[in-house]
């Protein structure tokens, strides 16, 4: 692997500096550690018909499926905070799409990534199952 716990860090703040999110002014980063050693990242995109935003990670992962396969997702890291105050204050965690999108990318690559949440004083080290327990996902359809 090619990436560590802290350059997927660094990676997701840089992608938080690309956030297009005029109406929130909450920019989040979001990046995706392949097993091959990959790195994809993403950031939110915001619309003026406000529930149309995009989350950094959904777009991260849109990427990544829509550009190229890239086998199983070891890690996920992520970014967030008011512009110009990046990284402060509590931890963002991925909202409850963005964990059943990453659930989907996981189970592509029969993975239970790790998910490095980024905040102030700490960084919250968890499981995608934990995040999203007893998870619906591809293998409910086969
Ligand atoms: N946001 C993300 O990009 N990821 C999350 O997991 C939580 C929220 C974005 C969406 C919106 O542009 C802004 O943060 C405020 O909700």
Redesign the pocket.
Known sequence: MSWTKESLIAAAREAASKAY?P??N?H?G?ALGFADGSVVTGA?V?NASYGL?L???TVAVGKALSEDWRGRLEAVA?V?GKAGALGAGDP????GR?RQVLNELAALGESDPQVWCVGEAEVLELRLSDLLPQAFGPGALA
Do not use: I, K, L, R
């Open positions: 999110a109406y929130s909450f989040v979001a939110n915001e935003t989350c950094a990670e992520v967030g963002v965690t991925p909202c963005c």
